[in-house]
């Protein structure tokens, strides 16, 4: 019913976008399969389609179940905006609102959840093919995926801050090869994005926020890339999670809070997280679990604390012995990060206790370089404008007291590590007769140094 | 008067867009906000649209006035070519020349300028909204916008080489959320991108070149990235501005001369310039100003001299003790940059000096550590050929002088800092009594150093 | 024919796309090129056009030749599928393969190719123009250009595993301006990307891979961007070659097996190697070649052994004395990298050598500090099965033994060299008394250290 291959969900025949594009856009899919039997003749292949979503809002009331490869989904708009403030906004307020929504190219994902409980039901997109080869280069582009509303979770929290909703943005449940995912939006959803057993996977340029949980790759995978993303999970899930991958690259990101973590990897090995603003309310910013071999480089990590009124009190459960890069691993280089912990004395847990900045849990030979470590005191202060208080928070200049940390603290299960110049001898504690260590030079040493050295 | 909220400029039934795509978008944006009236009747929104504008010409002659939310604009081409090297081929010679002008997607802004010079007047698309929530996800994607020609500025250089017109691409004047500007071109404007109090900006892979100043991230945001941008301002513009923003990640662009500076943040905390390669003719590459808490990494600078004759003589004013790098402000890091100093000993100013590389005015604790400098004294040359100068000077590989420089400058105002590998101690110009110091080993220093580590 | 520069090659009334989309696109860009008359009146200018590929097969059996400005292909799909993998299925299984071939917006390569030998002949997509100004913005975006099938190359590999076929992608000739290569797929091509005399190039978010080689940039250039692809070549060709070039920026890339090198630059100064994860069964995988001033940074280099059986025994012919980084040239920075070396022992070549990491071949000065060395001796294993083969490979938490390597050999051709913390004393070849040397302390360092500088 195409005759080249591009469809458009609002002049599709079958099902009314408006009232459940997951119909619309599963009929195309049995349409480009049904279209698509010729195969090696004269080296011809199947070669997919592309479904446009022009800018409009399109509930979605079926899963939309993709098995067909080189399938690109596309809109012409990303349309984030924040639902979070919105809801917190006195409802009476709302009528002066400019939109109350969501916009561009967007999908309301309506879709009824498993009652077994089952996650994948909850996905809007549903990628499944087993035998081979893998599904090959589905692409998403440019389009607003929306879970609308959260629900209460039993914790008190108003249903709209919780975060829990049992939606899915996308969901790739098989091995797959060369996916894209780029200029996408994603707002308000349990998972934004999970992906199992990718290969060459590229999450580029999109916007992940007020999410649950953004960017999960779970299963196992090799050669990915996270890059060039703005994210921000909720308090109780990840950001950025891996696990059993190796030479992913996660560079180039700006990862907001308030996810649970910035950054968690767990089995990954000879992966980089390079050159990424993070920026947390809670330590264990960056989790290295069980994973070796990697390389956490030249990132910007910022841990402060909860300003918007309706977050204060909650946490990620971590006290600040935790860190905020944690290693169990192995032969990592941490090399050449800034951290920033500007944190309220008062509120430090254990009470009284001394934060540490760079955590190596267990494993052995990992080098810890050039790391550069600022903490301050400051007074919590707090807002019930959420943007007004993190720029606030973001720019205050701090004539603050400095604030006693530990740099790097070495467990006893984690040995024969190098610890170069990251922080003063007192504040890295470490076994020195187990762990390679020189102290970044303090006032005063120079002079020493200068006269051996001549 | 659309039914899938995608217009096209050319076939909209009001106005003419070759003459004024200006009004032709006006009332385009007129149509979308009629339309939009359903809020919050089973979760639905106002989607915005998205505007075309195909590969051709388009007079602006009224400025398009943008405060609707979700609003993408796109074209099919970036459209650039150099108008700086045409403007300075003899006249005589343009009736050889394949074309004149860039093309693509082409926005040629006509606007008539505000006789109050208000600069907001001559912006060829200006956002601005009050009120909540803030003004969402608008897209500027993949066109053209075209000052045209630059005016006299009282200097005596000619019009053309002015980098002044009163004109500027995009004036995002109110506080916004989510914006794009991905894969645009901006020319000849005084300046391209200005945008005030931005949240989670993405200005990601676009090309910025010949213009007063490229972008200009003003008033106060947070949480944004400049990323993977081609850009090049003129000797009084800013490349690359921020002021007073938190959480801004500056990182892999590719920055030309010839900017006053190649990024310039002034009251700034937290963010990241990290991973760019940054070219420029004069001192005063990077500058912080007020600026705290910063990681400025892994970057390559290169400061050479001009080599196209239109612009011989041309500067920013500083003189070579201003550093290629200078920082006020405190807790920043400077890590793993390179540099390359390539310059005319007979040119330094104030003459004789020994020029600066990394400057630290004022401020504490700034830790900066492993900077490699690499310092020649070259002849200059020029050429008439912008492109071939420009080449033959970046692969010069120099079998020229060494050139002695300062690695390190820290000024009395500044205190604390820790300085470490960036220099010998001959090129490390600080108080020794009130600044950590480990000079990078010469050649010997190891034999003593080895002997007492044994 | 076109009222607004926008094509389509399902459309245009000239030629047939499916069985020749080289002959349609020529119409068109002749069609643009006749209606392109006017020049500067009222500033108007050649604006180009875009020229869109529907997804579907289009085979091209005649060359497209591109000398006109401003012109963007685009696609709706990079169409990645492995070829490698299903060449190497048994013949007998394909009839079970979901699909055979890779899809999207396909090119399907079948130019003949020059009986001389000229590589440019067999080029899909051949842009060239001679005068000024150079040839400007022109744009590929989104589609797929599949060479179809290797061809034999006399080494008794079977045909399809030779990575030869004489094809070439996209093949730039003159000098060129502000070219953008975005979100293309290429693959079984013996060349994918060729580019001379490139300025301002931006080579962004591709997927390049089971092609000879992947992006070369030849002749000379200046200011361009390499930056977020997936790229991987064959064992006989380069991945990521320069030469000539200055100001090039190359960052984020996921660099796969198996090209001869990763990075390979040959008479490049003042350019950036920077947080690439780089991927080689072979040594030599970045190499400097008589280029200077260079930065090598945050890179993670994964060297291990080919897992995949037909591949088993290929290698680049390199032993392992060559080291990963090569470095010929003068005043390169090389800090903050990641090497993983994870070898049989029994493979090393010559047998019973010390594998080298970083080789300072010739030059002086160059800056390497602050990199880590990870080595581990492992018993090789290989797989039929591609992607298992890699995963299991990357997984593996390697409770091997140590290997010994040189982590820095400096030849005699090479001093002046600064060798910081990237090597223990016994693991850095170099002259002490022509190099800079500080070892990367030790356990028991600290100590001493401590001792004298307090």
Redesign the interface.
Same mark, same amino acid.
């Given at each position: 019913m195409s005759? /080249?291959?591009?469809y458009?969900v609002?002049t599709w025949p079958v099902g009314n976008p408006s009232e459940d594009v997951g119909e619309v856009i599963n009929s195309i899919i049995a349409d480009i399969k049904a279209r698509q039997t010729v195969?090696?003749v004269?080296?011809?292949?199947?070669?997919?389609?592309?479904i446009y979503i022009?800018?409009?809002?399109y509930?979605l009331r079926t899963q939309v179940v993709i098995d067909v490869?080189?399938l690109?989904i596309?809109g012409?708009?990303?349309?984030?905006?924040?639902s979070s403030?919105?809801f917190n906004?006195p409802e009476e307020?709302?009528v002066?609102?400019?939109?109350?929504?969501?916009?561009?190219?967007?999908i309301?994902v309506d879709i009824p959840l498993g009652e077994d409980g089952e996650e994948s039901k909850g996905a809007a997109f549903y990628v499944a093919?087993s035998?081979?080869?893998?599904?090959?280069?589905i692409?998403f582009s440019n389009f607003c995926i929306d879970g609308?509303?959260f629900t209460p979770d039993g914790s008190g929290m108003p249903p709209e801050n919780t975060y829990v909703n049992g939606k899915t943005g996308i969901y790739v449940a098989d091995?797959n090869?060369?996916f894209?995912v780029?200029?996408m939006?994603f707002v308000y959803l349990e998972n934004a994005l999970t992906v199992y057993k990718a290969?060459?996977l590229?999450i580029?340029?999109n916007?992940i926020?007020e999410c649950g949980s953004c960017i999960e790759l779970r299963g196992?995978?090799?050669?990915?890339?996270i890059?060039?993303n703005?994210v921000g999970a909720g308090p109780k899930g990840h950001s950025i999670y891996a696990e059993?991958?190796?030479?992913?690259?996660i560079?180039?990101n /700006?990862v907001?809070p308030r996810g649970a973590s910035s950054v968690h990897l767990n089995?990954v090995?000879?992966?980089?997280i390079?050159?990424?603003?993070l920026?947390s309310f809670y330590p264990g910013m960056v989790i290295l679990a /069980?994973s070796?071999?990697?390389?956490v480089?030249?990132n910007?990590f910022?841990r402060d604390h909860e300003p918007w009124t309706p977050f204060l009190g909650v946490d990620n459960g971590l006290d600040d012995l935790n860190g905020l890069l944690r290693v169990s691993?192995?032969?990592n280089?941490v090399?050449?990060?800034?951290f920033?912990q500007i944190i309220d004395s008062e509120s430090i847990r254990p009470a009284g206790a001394t934060p540490v900045i760079i955590r190596l849990k267990a494993g052995v030979?990992n080098?810890v370089?050039?790391n550069?470590v600022?903490a301050m005191d400051v007074h919590s202060t707090s807002s019930d404008s959420c943007?007004e208080a993190?720029?606030d928070?973001?720019?205050?200049?701090?004539a603050a007291d400095s604030l006693a940390v530990t740099a790097v603290m070495v467990d006893s299960e984690s040995a024969?590590n190098?610890i170069?110049?990251s922080g003063s001898?007192a504040q890295v504690i470490a076994d020195?007769?187990?762990?390679?260590?020189?102290?970044?030079?303090?006032?005063?040493?120079?002079?020493?140094?200068?006269f051996?050295?001549?």
């Open positions: 005759s /080249n291959n591009c458009d609002t195969t090696d004269n080296n011809g292949g199947k070669p997919g389609a592309v022009p800018p409009g809002d509930h490869s080189f690109r596309q012409s708009g990303h349309g984030f905006t924040s403030i919105r906004v307020e709302w002066g609102l400019h939109e109350l929504w969501p916009g561009g190219s967007r309301l093919r035998g081979s080869p893998r599904i090959s280069s692409e609308l509303h091995a090869d060369s894209r780029n200029g939006g290969d060459a590229s580029h340029d916007f926020a196992w995978g090799q050669a990915s890339k890059t060039d703005l059993n991958h190796g030479g992913l690259l560079t180039a /700006n907001f089995g090995t000879r992966s980089s390079t050159n990424n603003r920026h /069980n070796s071999e990697n390389l480089a030249t910007h910022l691993g192995s032969n280089t090399v050449a990060n800034h920033s030979a080098f370089s050039n550069h600022v943007f993190q720029v928070a973001l720019l205050t200049t701090q024969r190098t170069l110049d001898d020195r007769a187990l762990n390679a260590f020189r102290a970044t030079p303090t006032v005063g040493f120079q002079a020493a140094h200068a051996v050295a001549q």
